[in-house]
């Protein structure tokens, strides 16, 4: 990803985010077996997410980049389609 056009706080943000993805990876159990977190600090993590998300949608507000946007892919089918009018012919009286 470019960071040439964020600014520091936009850099810090993105940095926490992924330190945090990272560390709930590596805290994550296999299935059946217990988790090492507590139900307190699962809650404190998702709560920091969200706090992450809003700071990083109110800066792109505040930079006026639209957060709306998703990719596509170009054999994707269009969910519009053109449709082509014939003039009538003119009559002549």
Do not use: C, W
Request: glycine residues 4%; proline residues 8%.
């Amino acid at each position: 990803m470019n960071t040439e056009g964020l600014n520091k706080e936009q850099r810090i943000l993105r940095v926490l985010r992924k330190v945090l993805a990272n560390i709930v990876k590596d805290a994550t159990p296999a299935p059946g077996m217990p988790h090492p977190l507590q139900e307190s600090t699962i809650n404190d993590i998702r709560d920091l997410f969200g706090l992450i998300a809003e700071r990083e949608a109110e800066l792109a507000a505040e930079a006026g980049i639209k957060t709306d946007e998703r990719p596509y892919f170009t054999d994707e089918p269009r969910k519009s389609k053109t449709v082509l009018f014939h003039r009538p012919t003119k009559k002549n009286n």
